[in-house]
């Protein structure tokens, strides 16, 4: 069993910085992919940032330069570091991994989300 728990979120001012946390646990043999999403209310979710193994990242166009996605193999951990933030990245943030465990194929694991609030 996978499990994935975010962490870091909270009330931000305007132009403030913030680093979420997403630790992963459990019978896990392998990750490949990982990524950040979120969610505001009313709307559907999206894609923040996505990293492979290989290194590779990818941001959505509307936070290329503001937000950096980051991993930690040898301790499993997954980060967001949020600069300038604005009041329109509130919303609900969530940690997705590919992962492979001894009993499974990849599959995507998610986390429980973590409230990030702007304030202006």
């Known amino acids: 069993q996978v499990q994935l728990v975010e962490s870091g979120g909270g009330l931000v001012q305007t132009g403030g910085s913030l680093t979420l946390s997403c630790a992963a646990s459990g019978s896990i043999f392998s990750i490949s992919a990982l990524g950040w999403y979120r969610q505001a209310p009313g709307e559907e979710r999206g894609m923040v940032a996505a990293i492979f193994n290989s290194g590779t990242t990818y941001y959505a166009d509307s936070l290329k330069g503001r937000f950096t996605i980051s991993r930690d193999n040898a301790k499993n951990m997954l980060y967001l570091q949020m600069n300038s933030l604005k009041p329109e990245d509130t919303a609900m943030y969530y940690c997705?991994?590919?992962?492979?465990?001894?009993?499974?194929?990849?599959?995507?694991?998610w986390g429980q989300g973590t409230q990030v609030t702007g304030s202006s």
């Open positions: 997705a991994a590919e992962i492979t465990t001894a009993h499974s194929l990849p599959r995507w694991a």
